[in-house]
């Protein structure tokens, strides 16, 4: 049976503010039609249902029914693109499969084949209900946030931020469970492929977004919470200390990290709290507030500024 999903002209408007992946499910009527090399464009009539999304199946996730959607729908507009979308997309039975294949495809070379690295992804992610719910509200923050991202599809193919921390998901399960060496592999091809540096150590929660993702670095004590927003060379490090206890930023959750900002030490920035662009941080940064400036200092009100 063809998978299929709601038109998202339907429910852009009422998206959630925040990642709910997992709990709205669809389940459809399906009209076909023959499109190209034997593929079906279908258009749905579905009804909404609520499940746990700690258990989630592959036939009632809508995530995943709408990336397949949106793989017919572009197919449709431009047949070219038919090998490319079944490869990396309707040649898939799940989410968790095409992101394996994908970020396998990105990171192999001449030697670490891409069956292997395969099966490492794939293996590790497959039976971890957290990571595969982190994958979903990565999906939906970036489609929600960056006004660049105009589909799911566009940010599972193109957007190397995302792929970047699905495969820090991963380095950092190895790492948990004693696997350095792999976890530091994975950490540097990362670095090599995307430009992208996270320490294998490093604790990343759900719904963030690496907006551009180049030369963003975060090292191995840091901690990220939920749907924070990090832009393009921020920098979350250590002072140069020689200390091997915790001595990287917390990232509290809806955090905004402006372009360039360093956030460096040991140090909080409370939730909802900006960090404007090439900022300098060394000390704590109030929830609710933003931080300007090398040295950063404190901006609250009408541009009142607190030392």
């Not at 084949?113 to 990565?138: N, Q, Y």
């Not at 909802?272 to 900022?279: D, E, L, N, R, T």
């Amino acid at each position: 049976m063809a998978a299929c999903i709601h038109h998202s002209s339907t429910t852009e408007a009422n998206q959630p503010s925040q990642c709910q992946s997992g709990t709205l499910l669809c389940r459809c009527v399906i009209s076909c039609r023959p499109i190209f090399l034997n593929l079906v464009f279908c258009n749905p009539v579905y009804q909404v249902t609520t499940k746990n999304p700690e258990n989630f199946e592959e036939e009632d996730d809508h995530l995943w029914f709408r990336i397949r959607h949106e793989a017919l729908s572009d197919i449709e507009q431009e047949p070219l693109l038919s090998n490319y979308y079944h490869s990396l997309i309707l040649s898939h039975n799940s989410l968790e499969t095409a992101l394996s294949n994908l970020l396998a495809m990105k990171l192999s070379n001449s030697n670490m084949s891409t069956e292997k690295l395969f099966e490492i992804f794939s293996t590790l992610i497959r039976d971890d209900l957290k990571i595969k719910k982190a994958i979903r509200c990565d999906l939906e923050g970036a489609r929600q946030r960056d006004p660049a991202c105009t589909s799911y599809i566009h940010c599972f193919l193109n957007f190397k931020g995302f792929q970047a921390i699905q495969a820090h998901k991963v380095a950092h399960k190895l790492w948990s469970k004693g696997g350095s060496t792999m976890a530091r592999v994975i950490q540097g091809r990362v670095l090599e492929v995307f430009g992208v540096d996270i320490h294998p150590g490093a604790k990343i929660g759900q719904g963030v977004l690496l907006d551009h993702a180049t030369g963003v670095v975060i090292g191995e004590t840091a901690v990220i919470e939920d749907n924070v927003t990090i832009m393009h060379n921020v920098t979350l490090g250590s002072r140069g200390s020689v200390d091997f206890g915790e001595r990287h930023p917390k990232i509290g959750n809806w955090v905004i990290l402006g372009a360039g900002a360093k956030v460096l030490g040991n140090i909080r920035v409370g939730e909802k709290a900006k960090i404007g662009a090439g900022s300098v941080v060394l000390k704590e940064v109030p929830p609710n507030s933003t931080a300007v400036g090398n040295p950063a200092r404190i901006i609250s009100g009408k541009d009142k500024v607190s030392q």
